[in-house]
């Protein structure tokens, strides 16, 4: 019975997966189909756009080349004109003289026919009959202005859609994810000349498999790459996959995109959980900082009030070594969020709201240059409200204290180890549940400031505590290479490891 039960809820299962992959691609279907047509109607404006700037150019060619033609014809009338208006005057001069001379040719005195005859001789010498041109000055041809659109009027019927670049395909063995960077290889299906460069377009999401329709992210988009590779660098990892997809552009157009990829990112991301923390401490998110006025509204309990202002109350021993009553987990985030007592008295604590129960994780912690006193570690749910970090046999933690002089600590069970190493303003914190190791890092340089060894026997809450000043979380980080490198040699010389003064065994 249990048996059959057990299978068919791997059915239901599979079943229930399956319809909403369905659901998702006929999303994806409408989609598409209103993006059909709404292209279509996006390119045929863009084509009248097209045509109507080709009219414009040749309505404007043909005013220009008619104009053109007009003032010739103006100016060779002009000239004509002119030419004519010269030869009316010298024909009307000519007739004038003609008539003259006509005239003479009845003169009977022969001194005054001598006298005529000279006059009419130097006339028709100056006359401007015989000083014009009888010649055109400008032809009656415009074959000069013909044109002829032969070549054009073939290139034009000649025009075609643009070519368009086919769709990359994107090379999932040669992608890798990280170090909070994604490195994304693709190619293109054959050799195209014309490509000038590529779009790379990625989201987050929390889906796998094809990118949802109705996701609330939007697509990020790079654009002008040249290569055939691109890394996204500076990836914060609080989803669990991202999407991407690639397309192809030359001079003109982009191509279709590529098949979308997606790629699991995996990180441990977590906030403060403000429910918890001391009154003392305000939280935001993933910033917390310590505010003496806090906790003037909470109740005193009696033995436990700060009774010596002035003193840094995190130096003071352990008052209380009573651990709360373990709680039921009902899942990692919801077991730490609202399901505690809040910190009292002198552990100015607040943990995470998300619990480690398996595999890896890695997380940073950046402190406010003139805080006082803090801690960074982690800690079993049960910590005390009345407990403070790395003095329980249930958390460990590195402790900073820049009261007076700048101490800097590894804590357990109320046992410290001094650590003569420089503090850094950044501190990495490497947790393998399954591998019992907890490591602290200088977040900049990648080096090992501790590492705690046992063996983790139930979730581990991220724990912090804070006096007089302020840090922040840097969460959604996966483990650095350099931290794995180091945990890798580590591990390969854990049979002689008794030299290395910054490792811990702790049983």
Same mark, same amino acid.
């Given at each position: 019975?249990?048996?059959?039960?057990?299978?068919?809820?791997?059915?239901?299962?599979?079943?229930?997966?399956?319809?909403?992959?369905?659901?998702?691609?006929? =999303?994806? %279907?409408?989609?598409?189909?209103?993006?059909?047509?709404?292209?279509?109607?996006?390119?045929?404006?863009?084509?009248?756009?097209?045509?109507?700037?080709?009219?414009?150019?040749?309505?404007?060619?043909?005013?220009?080349?008619?104009?053109?033609?007009?003032?010739?014809?103006?100016?060779?009338?002009?000239? %004509?004109?002119?030419?004519?208006?010269?030869?009316? =005057?010298?024909?009307?001069? &000519?007739?004038?003289?003609?008539?003259?001379?006509?005239?003479?040719? #009845?003169?009977?005195?022969?001194?005054?026919?001598?006298?005529?005859?000279?006059?009419?001789?130097?006339?028709?010498?100056? +006359?401007? +009959?015989?000083?014009?041109?009888?010649?055109?000055?400008?032809?009656?041809?415009?074959? !000069?202005?013909? @044109?002829?659109?032969?070549?054009?009027?073939?290139?034009?019927?000649?025009?075609?859609?643009?070519?368009?670049?086919?769709?990359?395909?994107?090379?999932?063995? +040669?992608? %890798?994810?990280? =170090?909070?960077?994604?490195? @994304?290889?693709?190619?293109?299906?054959?050799?195209?000349?014309?490509?000038?460069?590529?779009?790379?377009?990625?989201?987050?999401?929390?889906?796998?498999?094809?990118?949802?329709?109705?996701?609330?992210?939007?697509?990020?988009?790079?654009?002008?790459?040249? +290569?055939?590779?691109?890394?996204?660098?500076?990836?914060?990892?609080?989803?669990?996959?991202?999407?991407?997809?690639?397309?192809?552009?030359?001079?003109?157009?982009?191509?279709?995109?590529?098949?979308?990829?997606?790629?699991?990112?995996?990180?441990?991301?977590?906030?403060?959980?403000?429910?918890?923390?001391?009154?003392?401490?305000?939280?935001?998110?993933?910033?917390?900082?310590?505010?003496?006025?806090?906790?003037?509204?909470?109740?005193?309990?009696?033995?436990?009030?700060?009774?010596?202002?002035?003193?840094?109350?995190?130096?003071?021993?352990?008052?209380?070594?009573?651990?709360?009553?373990?709680?039921?987990?009902?899942?990692?985030?919801?077991?730490?969020?609202?399901?505690?007592?809040?910190?009292?008295?002198?552990?100015?604590?607040?943990?995470?709201?998300?619990?480690?129960?398996?595999?890896? !994780?890695?997380?940073?912690?950046?402190?406010?240059? #003139?805080?006082?006193?803090? &801690?960074?570690? @982690?800690?079993?749910?049960?910590?005390?409200?009345?407990?403070?970090?790395?003095?329980?046999?249930?958390?460990?933690?590195?402790?900073?204290?820049?009261?007076?002089?700048?101490?800097?600590?590894?804590?357990? /069970? /109320?046992?410290?180890?001094?650590?003569?190493?420089?503090?850094? =303003?950044?501190?990495? @914190?490497?947790?393998?549940?399954?591998?019992?190791?907890?490591?602290?890092?200088?977040? /900049? &340089?990648?080096?090992?400031?501790?590492?705690?060894?046992?063996?983790?026997?139930?979730?581990?809450?991220?724990?912090?505590?804070?006096?007089?000043?302020?840090?922040?979380?840097?969460?959604?980080?996966?483990?650095?290479?350099?931290?794995?490198?180091?945990?890798?040699?580590?591990?390969?010389? &854990?049979?002689?490891?008794?030299?290395?003064?910054?490792?811990?065994?702790?049983?």
């Amino acid at each position: 019975m249990d048996e059959q039960r057990e299978t068919l809820q791997r059915i239901v299962s599979t079943l229930a997966n399956k319809n909403d992959e369905i659901h998702n691609f006929i =999303d994806m %279907l409408n989609h598409t189909i209103e993006n059909v047509q709404i292209n279509s109607s996006n390119a045929i404006s863009e084509l009248d756009e097209e045509f109507d700037g080709l009219y414009s150019v040749l309505d404007e060619m043909k005013g220009s080349m008619t104009n053109t033609i007009q003032q010739e014809e103006a100016s060779k009338i002009q000239t %004509l004109q002119d030419q004519l208006s010269q030869c009316n =005057d010298a024909l009307e001069s &000519s007739e004038e003289l003609l008539e003259l001379a006509v005239q003479s040719l #009845d003169i009977k005195d022969p001194e005054e026919f001598l006298k005529t005859a000279r006059q009419i001789k130097d006339r028709v010498t100056m +006359a401007s +009959a015989f000083r014009i041109s009888l010649k055109p000055k400008v032809s009656d041809s415009m074959s !000069h202005l013909m @044109v002829d659109f032969t070549l054009e009027r073939r290139m034009l019927q000649a025009v075609k859609f643009l070519p368009v670049p086919k769709a990359p395909e994107i090379d999932l063995a +040669a992608c %890798l994810v990280a =170090d909070n960077c994604i490195t @994304v290889a693709w190619r293109m299906p054959e050799e195209d000349s014309r490509v000038d460069h590529f779009i790379l377009e990625y989201k987050k999401t929390n889906f796998d498999g094809l990118p949802r329709v109705k996701d609330e992210q939007r697509w990020e988009l790079i654009d002008y790459i040249k +290569a055939t590779e691109y890394t996204l660098s500076g990836l914060k990892f609080d989803t669990k996959y991202m999407n991407l997809r690639v397309q192809a552009c030359n001079k003109a157009v982009a191509g279709e995109y590529s098949d979308p990829v997606t790629l699991e990112t995996k990180a441990f991301v977590f906030s403060l959980d403000s429910t918890s923390s001391h009154l003392n401490l305000k939280v935001e998110d993933t910033y917390v900082e310590w505010d003496p006025t806090g906790g003037k509204g909470q109740e005193k309990i009696k033995g436990k009030e700060n009774k010596s202002s002035g003193q840094n109350p995190l130096l003071k021993s352990n008052r209380s070594s009573t651990s709360s009553p373990k709680r039921t987990s009902i899942s990692p985030r919801s077991s730490a969020r609202g399901s505690r007592d809040r910190f009292i008295g002198e552990s100015y604590t607040v943990l995470g709201d998300t619990a480690i129960e398996s595999g890896q !994780h890695y997380w940073e912690v950046r402190v406010q240059k #003139d805080c006082k006193s803090y &801690s960074v570690g @982690v800690t079993y749910r049960n910590l005390g409200k009345f407990d403070q970090l790395g003095k329980t046999n249930s958390s460990w933690c590195i402790h900073i204290n820049n009261w007076l002089q700048t101490t800097f600590s590894a804590k357990h /069970n /109320n046992k410290t180890k001094i650590l003569d190493i420089p503090v850094p =303003d950044r501190i990495g @914190v490497y947790c393998d549940f399954d591998g019992g190791h907890l490591a602290f890092y200088n977040a /900049n &340089s990648k080096e090992l400031l501790y590492t705690f060894r046992t063996k983790f026997t139930q979730p581990l809450l991220p724990g912090f505590m804070i006096w007089c000043g302020g840090l922040t979380v840097n969460t959604g980080l996966q483990v650095p290479s350099p931290v794995k490198t180091l945990q890798k040699n580590e591990n390969g010389l &854990s049979g002689s490891t008794s030299s290395l003064n910054n490792i811990a065994y702790i049983t």
